[in-house]
T-cell receptor
Framework: EAQVTQNPRYLITVTGKKLTVTCSQN?????MSWYRQDPGLGLRQIYY???????DKGDVPEGYKVSRKEKRNFPLILESPSPNQTSLYFC????????????FGSGTRLTVV | AQSVAQPEDQVNVAEGNPLTVKCTYS??????LFWYVQYPNRGLQFLLK??????LVKGSYGFEAEFNKSQTSFHLKKPSALVSDSALYFC?????????????FGSGTRLQVQP
């Protein structure tokens, strides 16, 4: 089954403790992206990657890092999480220019206390 | 810059009645337009898209949307609402003139269908 897999689904952590949210897709998509969803704001793009070793900032990149060492994986790294990063995070991927649509993972609900 | 507006935070409709969820967009070039639905504690599920061609697009679960270039709108519609349609709906746009391939989302509209 074609899918984007995120782990973990739920995570509670403390301020300053480094964490990684994993994202993997099995569709051989070049483009991958991370979004955060906050009430009343919709989804906002954090980082994206056009292909292996090619990443760039989205609209809200502060406090986040990403890497793209393999085509299928695109982890999101919070080196020193803060409470304002409490949010619902989605990973997405697409092929080509996106005409086929974007496939989203099931989401990771992160709480930073 | 691309943007999307969903002017209604919530839409209430009785089961069996037609529903409309509004979306307007702004892009500098030609748009790709999408509708996604989110059920509680679930991810985003693709409903339909407009890429090119016929302005009336049909999607999953009986939903359809009409692309109106002059009004820069892409309203989501369904002839007869079901209680199970109650969910959060997002409109999204991608501007083909930019290289980012980023989707810009509206703030979402909560659809409540009453029995």
């Amino acid at each position: 089954e074609a899918q984007v897999t995120q782990n973990p689904r739920y995570l509670i952590t403390v301020t300053g403790k480094k964490l990684t949210v994993t994202c993997s897709q099995n569709m051989n998509h070049e483009y991958m992206s991370w979004y955060r969803q906050d009430p009343g704001l919709g989804l906002r793009q954090i980082y994206y990657s056009m292909n292996v070793e090619v990443t760039d900032k989205g609209d809200v990149p502060e406090g986040y890092k990403v890497s793209r060492k393999e085509k299928r994986n695109f982890p999101l790294i919070l080196e020193s999480p803060s409470p304002n990063q409490t949010s619902l995070y989605f990973c997405a991927s697409t092929a080509g220019q996106g005409a086929s649509g974007y496939t989203f993972g099931s989401g990771t609900r992160l709480t930073v206390v | 810059a691309q943007s999307v507006a969903q002017p209604e935070d919530q839409v209430n409709v009785a089961e069996g009645n037609p529903l409309t969820v509004k979306c307007t967009y702004s892009v500098s070039g030609n748009p790709y337009l999408f509708w996604y639905v989110q059920y509680p504690n679930r991810g985003l599920q693709f409903l339909l898209k407009y890429i090119t061609g016929d302005n009336l697009v049909k999607g999953s679960y009986g939903f359809e949307a009409e692309f109106n270039k002059s009004q820069t709108s892409f309203h989501l519609k369904k002839p007869s609402a079901l209680v199970s349609d109650s969910a959060l709906y997002f409109c999204a746009v991608r501007d083909l003139d930019t290289g980012r391939r980023a989707l810009t989302f509206g703030s979402g509209t909560r659809l409540q269908v009453q029995p």
